[in-house]
């Protein structure tokens, strides 16, 4: 096996651990540190496919924001101790077994698609990036920044207290 | 490692994302799951964008991770603001819109 073979094991393991651990683990405290090794293990994943700006901002947006404001708010939601944290599933079979469907459909596709061919060149992507972003994309990117300004007014205006 | 191994990873991770939104009964719980869910959406992006030698993916990777962490911001948000008013996230007692 070549290095990138067993590194992409190895991040494949750790990845699907975490992803059970999110949604099987009773405490939802640690359900969100699970996530938090989760979104790292996609982060790695980016890595391998030659995406190290995606790295970064994998780590940035998701493992340090979205998994903040998620432990914010079950501080907010839940009584951190005691045993109103701990939460059961239900319908586990049910969800299982669409699950498990999904999944069987999904690799049922892929495995009746041709083989593809071999990765193209890696080449590095981070200038044409900046250029496209600036270039052709400017205005979606432009429209990204308008809508998180207004995300950032409408979680205010949920969040805000009465008075 | 093929294209095959990234997209079967990505199927994986967004079947368990799938258990999870359907069988949590916290609110946060469910959107964990849809975290993980959109996760695999972005392997998938990003495996192709590689595979096609195609910077476009890439970009709306990009565009996908922002608007995810938006989606994550106002959800929260709204989960506080369920709180405040119900005392409770729990999926299974809100059913307030139920006719």
Known sequence: MTGEAIAFWLVAAALVASSLAVVLTPNLFHAVLFLAAALVATGVVFLLLGSPFLFAVQLLLYAGGVVTIMVFAIM?????????????????????????????????????????????????????????????????????????????LGAIYFARTEN | MGLHAYLVLAALVFAIGLFGVLTRRNAIGILLGIELMLNAVNINLVAFARFHADLVGVIFTLFTISITVAEVGLGLAIVIAIFRVRKTVEADHLHLLRG
């Open chain 1, 76 to 152: 907010l939601t839940e009584r951190l101790v005691g045993e109103r944290l701990s939460q059961t599933n239900r319908w586990v079979l049910n969800g299982a077994i669409v699950a498990a469907a999904v999944f069987v459909g999904v690799l049922g596709f892929l495995l009746r698609a041709p083989r593809p061919g071999p990765w193209p060149a890696g080449r590095d992507w981070i200038a044409e990036l900046a250029r496209a972003l600036t270039g052709p994309f400017a205005a979606p990117f432009e429209l990204l920044g308008v809508l998180l300004l207004a995300v950032l």
